[in-house]
């Protein structure tokens, strides 16, 4: 994939939690596997995160009837706690996470880059339901 046909994708949300807080439930593995789902009807029964730059991550996403599932994964370029992730999917693609602290809130900006297989709106669609899911679960925790 060539950087001069990349399309980016932005996605956010404000999250009602301080910001670490927020960082724990964004980056600990018991709490990604609560939250990194679309949809009611798929889980993330793994997640491994080795959080520092050059280290790896994998979340297991499947469907909950079992008919289908990825893991998801990728290396991580940069991390500053509490305040940005960046990192490359194991295909190639960034992302990068802005974390902004707002008093008792906290911004959440990821931008990534769009594949070619699905449409744009979906990718977006997709991504901001994990995002809203995540506020959700923070937010309750």
Do not use: C
Not at 40 to 61: I, K, Q
């Amino acid at each position: 994939m060539t950087t001069n046909n990349v399309t980016h994708i932005t996605i956010s949300a404000t999250i009602n939690a301080p910001a670490e807080k927020v960082w724990t439930a964004w980056t600990e593995p018991a709490h990604i596997t609560k939250w990194n789902t679309a949809s009611d009807d798929w889980h993330s029964p793994r997640a491994e995160n080795d959080l520092r730059p050059g280290g790896t991550f994998v979340t297991r996403m499947e469907a909950k009837d079992g008919s289908m599932g990825f893991d998801f994964g990728g290396k991580y370029d940069a991390v500053e706690a509490h305040q940005l992730i960046s990192y490359a999917m194991a295909d190639g693609r960034r992302v990068k996470i802005v974390f902004q602290a707002e008093g008792n809130q906290t911004s959440v900006t990821e931008t990534f880059d769009a594949e070619q297989e699905n449409s744009i709106d979906m990718q977006q669609a997709g991504w901001q339901a994990i995002l809203d899911n995540f506020k959700r679960y923070t937010e309750n925790l």
